[in-house]
């Protein structure tokens, strides 16, 4: 039954080696599982591109920059098969960590520029654990496309820069984002959240759209990110990390609407750690 489980490297590359010799197209979905529907968007766009299709499970330790976070990271493997199989990838990869990062690994990714302001400020070494990652499951998997989550905007930028800078032959494909009834963006996260602030957790998509319609319209970006801010914290937020337009092509910041842009949001909520984008268009 499909998908195959696989957990090792020399396994991975012999499928693949037969998969390339019949001129199979090959797909990879990364995550790090706790899957839910924004992650099966993406494997059923995978499976409808590709002729194969692997979808790789690896909660990797180099991309959290505090240790509680990793420990505390859910865990539903058995869930997360049978999801799968409702779609039918082809393999499941999932390496362990000392297969990934054997004793004496010494080599980091790091991608700059794109990196720098927002997630990368505040999760310190978060997107060199991704580049790094990410670069060996491309070039383990040899897949031709990759496709990743516009929910984690400044990361689809980053890994797709890595692989165009050192030439990996793979296309990477950004999907929307997928949301619950009230707008809230699906995460592995959201189960962190108590019942009373799942209820107040769509104050953010609310205000970030707010926020996107009212400068899409000509208004003020510093002002309306700052009422949406507010808006955000008056809601029971703990704090809002960033809120910022950037540029959705290059992520340079943005103080006036004059190319597509992207408002991009992190802010906790009793101890979860929440983020979510939506594209911002000047009007023609
Ligand atoms: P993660 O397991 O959180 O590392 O996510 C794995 C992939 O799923 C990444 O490419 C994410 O951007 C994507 N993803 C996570 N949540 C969503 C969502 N709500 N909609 C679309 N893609 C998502």
Redesign the pocket.
């Known amino acids: 039954m499909k998908p195959e489980v696989i957990r090792t490297l020399r396994d991975l590359r012999n499928e693949v080696a037969r998969w390339k010799k019949d001129g199979r197209t090959i797909g990879v979905v990364?995550?790090?599982?706790a899957l839910h529907e924004?992650?099966l968007?993406?494997v059923r766009r995978a499976v409808a591109d590709c002729d194969r299709v692997i979808v790789t499970l690896f909660v990797n330790p180099k991309q959290f920059n505090d240790n509680k976070d990793l420990a505390s990271y859910p865990r539903t493997e058995d869930e997360d098969r049978k999801l799968l199989a409702t779609i039918g990838p082809d393999v499941l990869y999932m390496p362990g960590v000392e297969d990934m990062y054997p004793e004496g690994f010494a080599t980091t990714v790091s991608v700059s520029r794109l990196t720098e302001g927002m997630c990368g400020d505040f999760r310190p070494g978060h997107f060199d654990g991704v580049a790094t990652v990410v670069c060996k499951l491309f070039l383990q998997t040899g897949a031709d496309r990759a496709f990743?989550?516009?929910?984690?905007y400044q990361?689809l930028m980053v890994v797709r820069r890595m692989a165009r800078d050192i030439d990996i032959p793979i296309e990477v494909i950004g999907?929307?984002?997928?949301?619950e009834k009230d707008g809230l963006?699906?995460?592995?996260r959201n189960i962190g959240l108590s019942a009373e602030e799942r209820e107040r957790a769509n104050a953010l998509p609310n205000a970030l759209r707010g926020a996107a319609e009212a400068i899409a319209k000509g208004g003020n970006p510093t002002s309306e990110i700052g009422t949406a801010r507010r808006t955000i914290e008056d809601a029971g937020y703990d704090s809002v990390e960033y809120l910022e337009l950037r540029g959705a092509d290059d992520l340079a910041p943005m103080t006036k609407l004059d190319r597509p842009a992207r408002l991009l949001v992190a802010a906790w909520l009793g101890g979860v750690r929440l983020i979510d984008n939506v594209p911002v268009a000047p009007a023609r």
């Open positions: 990364p995550t790090m599982g924004g992650h968007s993406l990743f989550g516009e929910k984690d990361q999907c929307p984002t997928i949301r963006a699906m995460s592995s």
